[in-house]
């Protein structure tokens, strides 16, 4: 297990954008083994995947995400950015950061991104 913390959610227009982050209670090599990603549930809504990253590096989207989301990761920081752009409303929701390795996983304890005009 790994302690997250999630920071930098918060309100903001239709089209604008947020970056979050995930910081990882690791050691680096720890981290750098561990694939991380974003998920996001909404109110009534099952909790889904935004965007993986491997630690390889290797990325992937949820589909709506593409194009308009970026996550990436700096080992030497323990960290993993979620960089969100042409936001919808539609994004509303907690995002929680996630770290796998084999069979664990961790979780932060998520941050409220709302997006409203």
């Known amino acids: 297990q790994v302690q997250l913390v999630e920071s930098g959610g918060g309100l903001v227009q239709p089209g604008g954008s947020l970056r979050l982050s995930c910081a990882a209670a690791?050691?680096?090599?720890?981290?750098?083994?561990?694939?991380m990603a974003w998920y996001r549930q909404a109110p009534g809504k099952q909790r889904e995947l935004v965007a993986a990253?491997?630690?390889?590096?290797?990325?992937k989207y949820e589909y709506s995400a593409k194009g308009r989301f970026t996550i990436s990761r700096d080992n030497a920081k323990n960290t993993v950015y979620l960089q969100m752009n042409s936001l919808k409303p539609e994004d509303t929701a907690v995002y929680y950061c996630?770290?796998?390795?084999?069979?664990?996983?961790?979780w932060g304890q998520g941050t409220q991104v709302t997006v409203s005009s």
């Open positions: 996630n770290a796998h390795f084999m069979n664990s996983d961790s």
């Open positions: 690791a050691s680096r090599i720890i981290f750098s083994i561990y694939h």
């Open positions: 990253i491997t630690a390889g590096g290797s990325t």
